[in-house]
């Protein structure tokens, strides 16, 4: 546990995504309606959150505030964001104090590739860990299904892939403990002999490591209904399968409505049907998974999606919080060596 | 128009995909109440065919039986599959028929790999094509799209990238005449310095190509939404995108299907909903879709899905006549030069 008062801290940049500042400071006030073992520093221009803050009690008790100048806007390039007017906006200071605190995290809807440039600078990639990977958990049939990297590096060679494996199965386990998590590389066949060079010599090495639970080759139909627990992908691969998932659900799911709403008869049983499918989006609602984790960095960083709204940024919240709990970096660090 | 009675020419892999040769022979048969235009070739075992084919009065009518020996399954090697034994079998057959007759086409349920390797073989790759690739239409919200490669080509150079791109352009325009089609190159962002080497080589190349309408790039959550009408990648990253959404489909219709049969209440609705959903169904069935083509073979060889059933077949057939009513052929070879 963390000093302030025997308290984790977690740092939010109130200023990252489409939502912001609402969905952020919402979210931190939802997570303190059913915990109390955080306290929340919170990144962004004052005035704002002192604007937006006057309704949120528990958050008003449990924060506070730290002034910061310049957004990052959603669509702005790495390079772009890290030049020196944006030194102190909200994104790169709520993960700038993570350095040698440990025991804090950070948690931002923000611009990803702006998260993971500053992520690198600030805090550096943990040592004998080749690159850091972007994770996060996708509904399956199963279990959820720990997936990366979702696009931070898009070449990537078999050390790459063998960290991302190590660090998957980790943060897995740090999730869902005593899972023994299964741990597959994503290919275009289940046969040994399928796929590219890289993926064949990361196949040898994973086959030869006794403490990675390696269960083979999955394909990408399976993602959605299989026994592995843990799914191992360059960023180029990870980044094309999420966003599929992402525009393909959206589809179907715009289509059913469009079509269950097309007539009077099936306008009329709405009302009833609502509730149906409540249930049926609430189990593929992509905001209880909300928190891709940027793995191999020296700090809990916490990517949230873009458009998270309170629901989704509160479970972002609880993921920080599970990686503080129980040890992620001491845990990753332990294992690179 | 072909020789025989003034029809085309189809030949059929009787013994390809998991419902041969019921679906296979009822397809065709299917696709004989609609249209007089072609006649086919039955290859496969020749009691089987006999057998099946009984009930099936216009297919009796309009086709003729070649005799083989020995079936390619869905799940053997391309080596396998080219070995001896197998050069009699109904895939091997249909596809090598196909030599020096531009007029006919061949429609395979049958093993991948094997249609490509055998096609490979026996007809070649169309001059100054560097890469046969695998194209096929999906559903998206405002016209179908043609995306390749789906899976024939795990690494790719941007010379074959080109050809995809040259050659999917005319493939749509033959589906959808004066369509213009748009091309679009799949990547992990819009921006123009996305990518990798490859990509970024393959778009400066689109760019400054005259006879394509190129229109720069696509991130893969915008297949299902997009105004581009074909979608070139290499066929790795078709392959996982292809199956990511096939999976995520599946899911999604899945745990709607058991969301609505959970309660008592939704059962009592089910009869009524039924004819909903099919609308929704029919609008997102893949079998609408069903037929790959390999693209850049000199020669029309149309890939059916594995499970394809009757009407998925037909379908099938009918991307096959299309090709030959537009020459296909001629119009990849007048644009490689």
């Not at 691969?237 to 007539?263: D, V, Y």
Request: aromatic residues 8%.
């Amino acid at each position: 546990m963390n000093i302030l008062n025997n308290k984790f801290i977690i740092n939010l940049d109130i200023d990252g995504g489409d939502n912001a500042p609402i969905s952020v400071l919402r979210g931190a006030e939802l997570y303190l309606t059913a915990n109390q073992n955080v306290k929340f520093v919170l990144y962004g221009r004052r005035h704002i959150i002192e604007k937006y803050i006057k309704n949120l009690p528990l958050l008003i008790k449990s924060s506070n505030i730290i002034n910061c100048e310049g957004v990052i806007d959603g669509n702005l390039k790495p390079t772009e964001a890290m030049k020196k007017k944006f030194r102190n906006s909200s994104l790169a200071k709520s993960i700038s104090s993570l350095k040698n605190h440990p025991l804090e995290a950070t948690v931002s809807s923000g611009n990803t590739g702006a998260m993971m440039a500053y992520s690198k600078i600030f805090l550096r990639t943990i040592e004998n860990i080749s690159r850091p990977a972007i994770a996060s958990l996708l509904p399956s049939k199963n279990h959820p299904v720990c997936f990366l990297d979702l696009g931070a590096n898009s070449e990537c060679d078999e050390k790459n892939l063998f960290d991302f494996a190590i660090m998957g199965s980790i943060y897995y386990e740090i999730l869902f403990p005593n899972s023994h998590p299964k741990v597959s590389l994503l290919n275009i066949g289940s046969e040994e002999l399928k796929g590219n060079t890289t993926i064949q010599k990361t196949h040898e090495i994973l086959k030869n490591t006794k403490f990675i639970n390696y269960n083979g080759f999955i394909e990408a139909n399976e993602i959605t209904n299989t026994e592995n627990h843990v799914i191992v992908t360059d960023g180029f691969t990870g980044n094309i399968a999420i966003k599929t998932a992402e525009g393909i659900s959206k589809f179907i799911t715009e289509t059913l409505k469009k079509h269950l709403l097309s007539n009077l008869f099936s306008k009329f049983f709405t009302f009833f049907l609502k509730s149906y499918l409540k249930s049926f989006k609430d189990s593929i609602d992509p905001r209880n998974f909300n928190g891709g984790i940027l793995l191999g960095i020296d700090g809990i960083v916490i990517k949230s999606h873009g458009n998270a709204d309170d629901y989704a940024f509160c479970n972002a919240i609880g993921f920080a919080v599970k990686c503080l709990e129980n040890n992620l970096l001491k845990r990753i660090k332990d294992n690179a060596k």
